[in-house]
């Protein structure tokens, strides 16, 4: 009886040993984000690391709910089966999103960009950084366990960072917007490009 509880203890210790080993070798990332205010912007997430087959994690609120979460889309080549993403309804209690991101057919995800984010913010936000957060990141792994990596934090500019803040020349070269439609006419609150150059009207 002694040997049988001796030799369980030591596969249990080894079972934790190696998730935590294994839940060292992944890492994730994410990338910052520059937006204007009323427009969208993505961020991408990536991983490093074997034996993942999926991820959880929530999208916590930012700046009071100012730039808020709208939505995100599986990277299709991190995936050797069917990619999945989905974000749950946002909780107003705990200010932030569920996000649940995983292989349909079981297989094991391929390191690198697995998704994007997308936030948009809103008309009245003031421009500065803000301080954003991916709390309680959980891979599922291959071996059936789920490792807590904890948060990650990122940071989101609202502002016009590397783009001239002025006004178009005013010539005959023609105006584009970010999507490269002809813009005609006045034009909206908005990043377009003329004569090769970004420029914002406000």
């Known amino acids: ?70 939505g995100c889309e599986a990277i299709e080549d991190a995936f050797a ?18 996000i649940s991101v995983k292989d349909d057919d079981g297989e094991i995800m391929i390191p690198g960009d697995f998704l994007t984010l997308t936030f948009k913010a809103a008309d009245d936000v003031a421009e500065g950084e803000y301080e954003a957060t991916i709390a309680d990141v959980r891979p599922s792994l291959s071996d059936g366990t789920e490792a807590k990596l904890g948060d990650i934090n990122f940071k989101v500019t609202v502002g016009a960072t590397g783009i001239e803040a002025i006004e178009l020349i005013e010539n005959n070269a023609p105006v584009y917007n970010l999507a490269g439609m002809l813009m005609n006419g006045n034009l909206q609150k908005g990043i377009y490009v003329q004569n090769g150059k970004k420029y914002i009207v406000k």
């Open 81 to 98: 089966g069917t990619a999945s993403a989905k974000a749950g309804k946002f909780n107003e209690k705990k200010q932030r999103t569920t």
């Open 1 to 70: 009886m002694k040997k049988n509880f001796f030799r369980s203890t030591v596969l249990a210790l080894f079972a934790m040993f190696s998730t935590a080993v294994m839940a060292q070798d992944v890492t994730v990332s994410i990338t910052d984000v520059t937006i204007e205010a009323g427009n969208t912007a993505t961020a991408t997430m990536s991983f490093t690391g074997e034996g993942v087959k999926g991820f959880g994690f929530y999208v916590n609120a930012i700046a009071e709910n100012k730039i808020t979460f709208e």
